[in-house]
């Protein structure tokens, strides 16, 4: 599975930003999808997590009630619609593919990663 990140960029604090991540390859039906995000000198961190048919999401708690992730299985791609966006909010954001929604979402783990799209969120 290849994945491919878009969306990222420059906003005020309060405002909003909509991520995609596009998958190719593989089945992309049979994948969960997530998304993490590594701000500088801090680790990796898990943002937001989908079952491939979209049943059901899971969220960190600094990001419940803002972001919202979706999928849509026709188009091959997982979105982040994020937010009251806030200045802690600034990172790399990554795409990620896996089997396991256990793994994404417990375990901060996926088989697959995307490139990574930067966000910055100004106060």
């Known amino acids: 599975v290849q994945l491919q990140a878009s969306g990222g960029g420059w906003v005020q604090a309060g405002g909003s930003l909509r991520l995609s991540c596009v998958a190719s390859?593989?089945?992309?039906?049979?994948?969960?999808m997530g998304w993490f995000r590594q701000a500088p000198g801090k680790k990796r961190e898990f943002v937001a997590a989908?079952?491939?048919?979209?049943?059901?999401?899971y969220y960190a708690d600094s990001v419940k009630g803002r972001f919202t992730i979706s999928v849509d299985n026709a188009k091959n791609t997982v979105y982040l619609q994020m937010n009251s966006l806030k200045p802690e909010d600034t990172a790399v954001y990554y795409c990620?593919?896996?089997?396991?929604?256990?793994?994404?979402?417990?375990?901060?783990?996926?088989?697959?990663w995307g490139q990574g799209t930067q966000v910055t969120v100004s106060s």
């Open positions: 990620a593919a896996d089997r396991s929604i256990s793994d994404l979402y417990y375990r901060g783990q996926s088989d697959y």
């Open positions: 390859g593989r089945t992309f039906s049979s994948y969960n």
């Open positions: 989908i079952t491939w048919s979209g049943s059901s999401t």
